[in-house]
């Protein structure tokens, strides 16, 4: 069975979480280092694991603005899906509204009573895991 990837692509880190083979459950995987800024996008290393890992899909994270307009994060998430669909051509790319996600992640990590340095370390690992299950949960997922 294939799994799913969930990415939350910053400009210096990426979270990296993926689903379980019957894509019910989201697991934080890794933080990549990146450079968006010098085009160093980790794109080895997710080919790397999509091929090590089954995968059919890649849900990647779309910071919309609350207004459901997109800014400057977003372009540059829109932008990697296209670097990424272009890398790894046989990989469904996915954007996921991703609002709140590194919200929610962080709420979590706090009420999990985790420290503020350790939290600093998995922040996008486990927003990746909140786009990623946010994706999942959703009814349709097959029909987007």
Same mark, same amino acid.
């Given at each position: 069975?294939?799994?799913?990837?969930?990415?939350?692509?910053?400009?210096?880190?990426?979270?990296?979480?993926?689903?379980?083979?019957?894509?019910?459950?989201?697991?934080?995987?890794?933080?990549?280092?990146?450079?968006?800024?010098?085009?160093?996008?980790?794109?080895?290393?997710?080919?790397?694991?999509?091929?090590?890992?089954?995968?059919?899909?890649?849900?990647?994270?779309?910071?919309?603005?609350?207004? #459901?307009?997109?800014?400057?994060?977003?372009?540059?998430?829109? #932008?990697?899906?296209?670097?990424?669909? #272009?890398?790894?051509?046989?990989?469904?790319?996915? %954007?996921?509204?991703?609002?709140?996600?590194?919200?929610?992640?962080?709420?979590?990590?706090?009420?999990?009573?985790?420290?503020?340095?350790?939290?600093?370390?998995?922040?996008?690992? %486990?927003?990746?895991?909140?786009?990623?299950?946010?994706?999942?949960?959703?009814?349709?997922?097959?029909?987007?």
């Amino acid at each position: 069975m294939s799994k799913t990837l969930g990415l939350d692509v910053g400009t210096k880190t990426m979270g990296v979480a993926i689903s379980d083979a019957f894509g019910w459950t989201a697991q934080g995987l890794t933080t990549l280092k990146i450079d968006y800024h010098d085009e160093k996008y980790g794109l080895e290393e997710l080919s790397k694991i999509v091929d090590d890992n089954n995968v059919s899909a890649i849900v990647v994270g779309l910071p919309k603005n609350m207004n #459901n307009s997109i800014g400057e994060s977003g372009e540059r998430s829109l #932008n990697f899906s296209e670097i990424l669909a #272009n890398h790894i051509p046989n990989v469904k790319i996915i %954007m996921w509204d991703e609002r709140l996600s590194t919200v929610g992640a962080e709420r979590t990590l706090l009420e999990a009573d985790v420290s503020r340095k350790k939290r600093k370390a998995v922040i996008d690992k %486990m927003a990746a895991v909140f786009i990623l299950q946010g994706y999942l949960d959703q009814p349709n997922k097959g029909e987007l």
